[in-house]
Structure formats: C-alpha cells, structure tokens
C-alpha cells in the first residue's frame, strides 16, 4: 500500500521569508514523487518531480529515502506562492499518482 | 488548443437520480482518471483508464461506473447507490502512466439537492 502524508494542513509565512512544505510517504519500492499546485481558480498543475531535479519558481524538493520524505522549499516566498500544494506519489506497475490531503499555503504581505 | 474540457462546470441532481459527468481530451493520451476533491481530503481515486476498452477501480470506487469506449472520452457516471455524491470531480490525463504528470480539467461541482 502508499500512502501520502503532509501534516500541515495551513501554513502561513510572511513575503521574503523561508517556506518548507512537508511531505512523508510510505511505499516499500522506488517511488516517484511529485508536488502539484492549484492557484485561486485555477487548474490543479504539475509543479515538478523528483526525477527531473529541476527547479521551478524557484521552489526545489529532494527525495530523502531514509527519511521518506519529499519537502518542498523556497528560501524566499513570494505572494504569488500562495496556494494549494499536494504532494503526490507514483509507485510500482500502476499508472496511478496517490495524492496527500494538502496544505495550504499563504504567503502575506 | 489542446486540454481536457470537463463539462458542464456546476451540476445538481435529485437523490435517488444517476447522473453523467464528461471528460475529453484531445492530447492524444493514453492514459485517463477520474478524482473527487473534498475538503481536508485531498484527491481521491474513483476510476483510471490505461487504454481504450479498459478501465480499473480506484480506491473510491463503489457508487460510480465509467466507460472508455473512445480514446478521448472518460466519461463517469454517479450511481444512485453512491451514498454521499455531493463533491468536486476531477478529470486528468496522462501521455502514458502517472510518471509524465497529469494534465487536469477545470472539475465539475456536483450537488445533490
């Protein structure tokens, strides 16, 4: 079975500051994981994976397997970031993602 | 222009009625899924689709039915034995399987009145 955990489901900082949004799993194989995020009105969207190692508007995740985790971070948030973030995960010969809850993040001015 | 069009965009429907929620896509993908989003918890899996003329169950299965009788369509249907229908459903698509990334939809709010 996988399962998806993030454990905040609001987090709140303020423009220019640090943001981290947890995200554990449990998968006894080799995921894949990925963060989505759905701005105001706007379609649910792939924000990035870890297989590609990018970094995307300026937000960055590693893959920590001894940790099982997948944090999202930015070292300086911007309004513009606030939104819906779910962490997703892709394991095994499925073509399914499982997703987490959520966490809404709201960066204020 | 190339997405998923999930329509109509609000739907309302009587108890003890089933009801046709549409998803097509015209990105030549393979792969199609259908999500409920409630608040505080996340997206579940009701159905997915790898090919044409083939579809498995989710996690959230019971109460629902779909058919992918054309690549592009994936439609969903919430059966009268769906206990709490209320919800915003979710259409993706993938290029093959999950590891591309989904594409969503816009979602359709149903409301059972």
């Known amino acids: 079975a996988q399962r998806v955990t993030q454990p905040e489901k609001l987090l709140s900082v303020f423009k220019g500051a640090p943001v981290e949004l947890k995200c554990n799993y449990s998968?006894?194989?080799?995921?894949?994981l990925f963060w989505y995020v759905q701005y105001s009105r706007q379609r649910l969207q792939l924000l990035l994976r870890h297989i590609s190692r990018e970094s995307i508007k300026g937000f960055t995740a590693d893959l920590n397997k001894g940790e099982t985790s997948f944090h999202l971070k930015k070292p300086f948030a911007q309004e513009e970031d606030s939104a819906m973030y779910y962490c997703?995960?892709?394991?095994?010969?499925?073509?399914?993602?499982?997703f987490g809850k959520g966490t809404l993040l709201t960066v204020n001015p | 222009d190339g997405g998923i069009t999930q329509s109509p965009k609000y739907l309302f429907r009587k108890e003890g009625q089933n009801v046709t929620l549409s998803c097509e896509q015209n990105l030549n993908h393979d792969a199609m899924y259908w999500y409920r989003q409630d608040p505080g918890q996340g997206l579940r899996l009701i159905y997915y689709s790898q090919i044409v003329n083939d579809f498995q169950k989710g996690d959230i299965a019971e109460g629902y039915s779909v058919s992918r009788e054309k690549k592009e369509s994936f439609p969903l249907t919430v059966t009268s034995a769906q206990k709490n229908p209320t919800a915003f459903y979710l259409c993706a698509s993938s290029i093959r399987d999950a590891r591309t990334g989904y594409t969503f939809g816009s979602g359709t709010r149903l409301t059972v009145v």
């Open positions: 998968y006894s194989g080799s995921p894949e």
């Open positions: 997703a995960l892709s394991g095994g010969s499925n073509y399914k993602l499982t």
